[in-house]
């Protein structure tokens, strides 16, 4: 009789809903919401809740899901590095290597963004539809001349917009080379990482 083929590995249900539950958020305000909008800032507080879970999920969830089980390292990564040169597959438990570290680029840029956001925009609520508001204000960093006693203020909001817009722009990037490397890694190991993460 012959023996069924493995079933392919699949991410636990709080993993996959986080991941992409944060992808969506991303999308929505780099494509949807006005920056420092109404819209953009409650999607900015789901977005720290998502990651939050996600954070909490790699202490106590199952072992593929800690962070014991993909903590970034210099020596793995070289030795994955050989691997893909030597064109050898070696199954991980979790992320590989370099994933490993793609992970915690992605989620230190996200608490950035979050941080940074937060703090621009100030305690609820948040009104859509101000247009002129400070929180608009922050995060388009605008150069209007204001009094000598918030110019303060102002520098400093100015310095959290520009973390904030360079942290997002570096999170596309790195998203682009996370696509990237999931397909290289699926063309090169044969491991089926979309089938792994796959909402349904």
């Known amino acids: ?13 709080v993993v996959r809903l986080t991941h992409w539950s944060i992808a969506i958020a ?17 999607v900015g507080y789901a977005l720290a809740g998502i990651l939050g879970l996600r954070l909490f999920w790699g202490v106590i969830g199952p072992a593929d899901a800690r962070f014991s089980a993909f903590w970034p ?15 050898t597959v070696v199954r991980h438990q979790s992320h590989n290597p370099f994933g490993a570290f793609m992970v915690f680029a992605i989620w230190t840029c996200l608490l950035t ?3 940074t956001g937060m703090v621009m925009a100030g305690p609820p609520p948040w009104d859509a539809a101000e247009g002129e508001s ?3 204000a922050a995060y388009a960093a605008s150069g209007s001349e204001e009094d000598d006693e918030e110019e303060g203020g102002e520098e400093e909001e100015g310095v959290l917009a520009e973390i904030h817009e360079t942290a997002a722009n570096l999170l596309y990037i ?3 080379l996370h696509l990237a490397g999931v397909i290289f890694e699926t063309r ?13």
Not at 1 to 13: G, I, L, N, T, V
Not at 26 to 42: C, D, F, K, R
């Open 134 to 136: 400070e929180h608009r």
């Open 26 to 42: 991303v999308l929505a305000n780099a494509l949807l919401t006005e920056e420092g909008s109404g819209p953009h800032i409650w």
């Open 188 to 200: 090169r190991s044969g491991r089926q990482v979309l089938v792994a993460m796959s909402p349904l």
């Open 113 to 115: 963004i979050i941080a």
């Open 1 to 13: 009789m012959a023996s069924q083929p493995a079933r392919p590995h699949r991410w636990d249900p």
């Open 174 to 176: 790195l998203i682009l």
């Open 73 to 87: 390292s210099p020596r793995k990564a070289l030795a994955h590095l050989r691997d893909i040169r030597s064109k």
